[in-house]
């Protein structure tokens, strides 16, 4: 199976019930915490998500994901997530 990232789409989550922006309290942060204050952005899941056709069934496989991302800045994480399901698929399973 030949899969690209194109192949996957980002699932961004946003009911992250442990956000920890002590982060952004150290020097050097300040920027970003005045960002954060405005609400410019906040942290979120991403994860990505396969979807497939297999005799006429309709089907999604998503990665594990990633907490504390912050929603501004999600391109990485999603790149990420990607490889790791693409090493996955490429494993190889079977569908029944």
């Not at 990232?5 to 442990?18: A, G, L, N, W």
Request: hydrophobic content about 35%.
């Amino acid at each position: 199976m030949d899969i690209r990232k194109s192949d996957f789409r980002m699932e961004v989550m946003d009911d992250d019930p442990d956000q920890d922006f002590s982060y952004l309290e150290q020097p050097g942060f300040e920027k970003r915490l005045s960002e954060y204050k405005r609400g410019d952005f906040t942290l979120v899941g991403v994860r990505a998500v396969f979807s497939f056709t297999h005799n006429g069934c309709e089907g999604e496989i998503r990665s594990s994901g990633v907490w504390g991302v912050e929603s501004d800045n999600t391109d990485e994480a999603f790149g990420a997530e990607c490889i790791e399901l693409m090493d996955f698929l490429e494993e190889g399973f079977t569908l029944t």
